[in-house]
């Protein structure tokens, strides 16, 4: 099913969701990578505030390319999701709901996202170049020091992704394969 969707990703929004489906997402949402889901969980531990509310959040895992003259940012492909997975239930603990990236995700993370009503949705890796023609605008809001993997507020058009595991814990990768293999003994 193909569905347009404006953020927040609240849980209802969340729960309408389902594994494959094709998402054109359009809001804020924030980057941030391994090094900055580090430093928001210590953040978290020390009983600190996040530096953004992550209450029905959207997080892209990127670490987008410097911008050329004119542009907003720069190549703006996803990264390997896993590098988030030690991180990712604390942060849905704390209200985030959204994960852009590629690749699978551990146990531990898909039971969070059931538990939180988490999506977690795929881009396209190698397309980074189109996938910033999404983005509208860009702001820097912490971890300057970090660089690429720096915490940033960005706004996003029509992002396309696909929903590659629901807030049911159902997913794409796992799905496609039995259909795949579930085909492939028929023929």
């Known amino acids: ?9 609240t849980k209802e929004l969340a729960q ?3 594994a494959g489906d094709t998402v054109y997402l359009t809001g804020t949402i924030y980057t941030s990578r391994d090094a900055g889901h580090k430093r928001m969980c210590e953040a978290l531990q020390r009983g600190e505030a996040l530096p953004f509310d992550p209450t029905d959040a959207t997080i892209y895992y990127v670490g987008p390319t410097p911008a050329r003259p004119g542009q907003v940012i720069g190549s703006a492909g996803p990264t390997t999701s896993g590098r988030m997975d030690a991180y990712a239930p604390t942060m849905m603990s704390v209200g985030a709901r ?8 551990l146990p531990e993370v898909v039971e969070a996202m059931k538990q939180y009503k988490g999506v977690y949705f795929g881009a396209i890796g190698g397309a980074g170049a189109l996938l910033a023609r999404c983005i509208k605008s860009c702001e820097l809001i912490a971890y300057e020091d970090l660089g690429a993997e720096a915490l940033r507020k960005l706004y996003v058009e029509q ?10 814990g159902r997913n794409l990768y796992e799905e496609g394969r039995a259909a795949y293999l579930a085909g492939r003994k028929k023929a």
Not at 1 to 9: D, K, N, Q, V
Not at 98 to 105: E, L, Q, S, V, Y
Request: hydrophobic share 45%; no cysteine; glycine share 10%.
């Open 159 to 168: 992002m396309p992704l696909v929903v590659i595991i629901d807030s049911e």
């Open 16 to 18: 309408t969701l389902h």
């Open 1 to 9: 099913m193909e569905r347009y969707i404006t953020l927040p990703l």
């Open 98 to 105: 959204g994960m852009i990236g590629k690749g699978a995700r």
